[in-house]
């Protein structure tokens, strides 16, 4: 894996949040295809509870190397509550089906299958720690990009829990994907300025940072991307033309107001 510098715990542990929502990002992606073909063996909902393995396990390793125990403990508290979240909307979604007829979907059986269905997200807990036990080494300076992204993604996380999304670690693909609407555009808008504020605070070379940041814009439009080419359904915020210009315009975005800020922030102030 790249070399992660050695922060405080507080940085080390968004980027933990950020390289959590990156491996589940892309592993979802990866297995949504198998959720889009006539009889499916797989549903989003399980998809996405599969990928969460590779979230829970990058989030452990990141904090670890980069912040020690104190890093990964404030993970731990961020992924209880996001973990309890989504097992409480499980369980209301099973509640409710019992009080009226649901449409065709995967629905948790019980208020227990509600709790085992996230046991990915426990066993990449434990691949976490055995990874992270073993001596990582480290460099000097910062993780701006996948502190960015934990900003993203925790900001993000913030809108879905406000607006009752099944899942707040879905954060930045459920805003994106609801931006067909004005008020989720000027959201996820806020969500990248969240991102670009880290960037202008934690990056030597803001623009560089915010230039990768593309990487992140496609993790983050990927599963729409890989849902349109399957569905081909309207062309809203998924058309081809958005496909290539949203990282692009996310990038150009976060670089030039990380760079400003970076550039306000270090500038010698008059006395």
Request: aromatic share 8%; proline share 6%.
């Amino acid at each position: 894996m790249p070399q992660l510098a050695r922060t405080s715990p507080w940085w080390a542990a968004l980027g933990g949040i950020g390289a959590s929502f990156l491996a589940t990002a892309v592993i979802f992606t990866l297995l949504l295809p198998a959720t889009l073909v006539d009889f499916a063996p797989l549903s989003r909902e399980r998809a996405f509870e599969w990928s969460g393995l590779a979230g829970s396990a990058a989030a452990i390793v990141v904090a670890r190397i980069s912040g020690g125990w104190r890093a990964l403990t404030i993970v731990g508290l961020w992924f209880g509550a996001v973990l309890v979240y989504a097992i409480s909307q499980s369980i209301q979604t099973y509640d409710a089906c019992l009080r009226e007829l649901c449409p065709f979907g995967d629905y948790p059986t019980s208020h227990l299958d509600a709790v085992i269905r996230q046991w990915p997200a426990a066993a990449g807990a434990v691949l976490g720690l055995i990874a992270s036990a073993r001596r990582w080494s480290t460099s000097t300076g910062t993780n701006a990009l996948l502190e960015a992204a934990g900003a993203l993604a925790i900001s993000s996380g913030v809108v879905a829990v406000i607006f009752r999304f099944s899942d707040a670690r879905a954060g930045p693909i459920a805003v994106l994907g609801e931006a067909s609407a004005p008020m989720f555009i000027a959201l996820f808008i806020g969500c990248l300025a969240a991102a670009a504020l880290v960037i202008g605070i934690r990056s030597e070379t803001p623009l560089l940072s915010g230039a990768r940041f593309a990487a992140v814009a496609v993790a983050v439009e990927a599963p729409h991307v890989v849902a349109y080419a399957f569905e081909r359904g309207p062309r809203e915020l998924k058309g081809p033309v958005l496909i290539a210009v949203i990282p692009l315009a996310a990038a150009v975005g976060v670089a030039l107001v990380g760079a400003s800020l970076a550039r306000l922030l270090r500038s010698p102030h008059p006395r």
